[in-house]
């Protein structure tokens, strides 16, 4: 592994994607243009995930994990690529605190809300329940605890009269295929780091407001 913040356009960090599911923030990560990463591989803890179907379509390399040994086997998928930076999206496992041990703020996350609001699932309903104005997604470094962790980038969308769960979560997932590259490149590049435990740097905040 290459030291972090070492990587750029040119000489790109080797950027893996865990997925569960559709793989729409992994589309936009393999898709994006002019970033300081290179997805080298999709890695699903569901065979028939959608997403592995789109990722082979794009030419990059799928792994499925099996039920049992599951991080081991994520371990050596990781390192038999030489991978510098992981890329959660939309993986439905929490990684160990060993597993996140083995790969120290190497593993990025995109999660639904302006955290620390609403971690967990349901975000855009709890988000309209508790009538806040504003709402969106976040990228941070993933830790131990669910939906945690040093934030690299936030986008924001005001939240609409006639808002119904879909269209705020419609909105949302658009921003987060904008955001989630850019803070992954960013991060990757170096323009935003973790000094000291705290993001220095220009973290990405883009806004609909
Ligand atoms: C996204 O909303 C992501 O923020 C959340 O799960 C969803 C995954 O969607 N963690 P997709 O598989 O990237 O389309």
Redesign the pocket.
């Known amino acids: 592994m290459r030291p972090l913040g070492a990587f750029s356009v040119d000489d790109p960090a080797r950027l893996a994607v865990l ?9 936009a990560l393999v898709a994006a243009e002019n970033v300081a990463y290179r997805v080298v591989a999709v890695v699903s803890d569901a065979a028939d995930a959608d ?1 592995l179907r789109r990722a082979a379509e794009m030419d990059v390399p799928t792994h499925a994990l099996p039920a049992s040994d599951r991080e081991a086997a994520l371990h050596d998928v990781l390192s038999g690529a030489d991978v510098d930076l992981v890329a ?4 439905m496992r929490v990684l160990s605190p060993a597993f996140l041990a083995r790969w120290p703020d190497r593993v990025l ?4 809300s302006l955290l620390p609001a609403f971690r967990g699932l349901d975000t855009h309903r709890r988000a309209l329940e508790a009538g806040v104005l504003a709402h969106g ?1 976040t990228a941070h470094l993933a830790r131990p605890a669910i939906d945690d962790g040093p934030i690299l980038g936030q986008a924001l969308t005001a939240v609409r009269p006639g808002d119904d769960p879909a269209a705020l ?1 419609a909105r ?2 658009a921003l ?1 295929h904008k955001l989630y590259p850019r803070a992954a490149s960013a991060y990757a590049s170096g323009s935003v780091r973790l000094e000291g435990g705290r993001v220095r740097g220009a973290p990405c905040l883009l806004s609909e407001l």
């Open positions: 997925i569960s599911g559709r793989g729409s923030n992994m589309t997403g959660m999206a939309g993986f996350n995109i999660h639904p997604c979560g949302v997932l987060e």
